[in-house]
Nanobody
Framework: QVQLVESGGGLVQPGGSLRLSCAAS????????MGWYRQASGKQRELVAT???????NYGDSVKGRFTISRDNAQNTVYLQMNSLKREDTAVYFC???????????WGVGTLVTVSS
C-alpha cells in the first residue's frame, strides 16, 4: 500500500523559510519521480516542483529561485526547502508520485503552510 506522509508545514512570516518533508512507503522510491503541488483556498491545485529519479528538477514559475526540491533515496523522503516566502505561498502542500505499470497517481493528505504577519 502506497503512503505519502507530509510534514513541516506551519505559520511563518513573510520572508521566512520552511522545509517540508514527504516520507514515502510502499513503493520503490528510488525509481520514481516525486512532486510537490499546492492548492490555495478557492484555487486549483498547481505544480510547485518535481524531481526525477536521477535528480533533475523542475519548478513552477511562481517559486523559481525561492524553492528547492531534493530527495534522499536512503530515507525514502523528498524535501521542499521554501525560502523568501510570500503571502501568496499560503496553501496546502501535497506530495505526489505516479507509479508504473498502471500510471497510478498517489497523493498525501497535505500539510498547511500559512504565510502571515
Amino acid at each position: 500500500q502506497v503512503q505519502l506522509v507530509e510534514s513541516g508545514g506551519g505559520l511563518v512570516q513573510p520572508g521566512g523559510s520552511l522545509r517540508l518533508s514527504c516520507a514515502a512507503s510502499g513503493i520503490r522510491f528510488n525509481i520514481y519521480a516525486m512532486g510537490w503541488y499546492r492548492q490555495a483556498s478557492g484555487k486549483q491545485r498547481e505544480l510547485v516542483a518535481t524531481i526525477t529519479s536521477g535528480g533533475i528538477t523542475n519548478y513552477g514559475d511562481s517559486v523559481k529561485g525561492r524553492f528547492t526540491i531534493s530527495r534522499d533515496n536512503a530515507q525514502n523522503t523528498v524535501y521542499l526547502q521554501m525560502n523568501s516566502l510570500k503571502r501568496e505561498d499560503t496553501a496546502v502542500y501535497f506530495c505526489n508520485v505516479r507509479t508504473s505499470p498502471f500510471n497510478s497517481n498517489y497523493w498525501g493528505v497535505g500539510t498547511l503552510v500559512t504565510v502571515s504577519s
